[in-house]
């Protein structure tokens, strides 16, 4: 089994700044991307950055400049470095990793999300 596990999360006032954490574990021979995603009340998720193992990363237009994604293959982590925020980045933040098991499957697997909350 695989487990993805988030940390981080919090309240913070508006231009604040958070880090969210997210380490994938178990039975993982690599891991092939990573992504964060977040779901506000009453809406879809929707994507945040997602990063390659190679490093190439990919963000949404209204986290541009703000957000840093980042990972560390070598421990199976990752991280996303939040900056100035703002009211409407107050969701919940999944962390996603698209792992190769030591039985050569490969699935997309979720952790259980971390609630960011910012005030204005």
């Known amino acids: 089994q695989v487990q993805v596990v988030e940390s981080g999360g919090g309240l913070v006032q508006a231009g604040g700044s958070l880090r969210l954490s997210c380490a994938a574990s178990?039975?993982?021979?690599?891991?092939?991307?990573m992504g964060w995603y977040r779901q506000a009340p009453g809406k879809q998720r929707e994507l945040v950055a997602t990063?390659?193992?190679?490093?190439?990363?990919n963000y949404a237009d209204s986290v541009k400049g703000r957000f840093t994604i980042s990972r560390d293959n070598a421990k199976n982590t990752g991280n996303l470095q939040m900056n100035s925020l703002k009211p409407e980045d107050t969701a919940v933040y999944y962390c996603?990793?698209?792992?190769?098991?030591?039985?050569?499957?490969?699935?997309?697997?979720w952790g259980q999300g971390t609630q960011v909350t910012v005030s204005s």
């Open positions: 996603t990793a698209r792992v190769v098991t030591i039985f050569e499957t490969e699935h997309d697997y």
């Open positions: 178990g039975s993982i021979f690599s891991v092939n991307g």
């Open positions: 990063i390659s193992n190679s490093g190439s990363t």
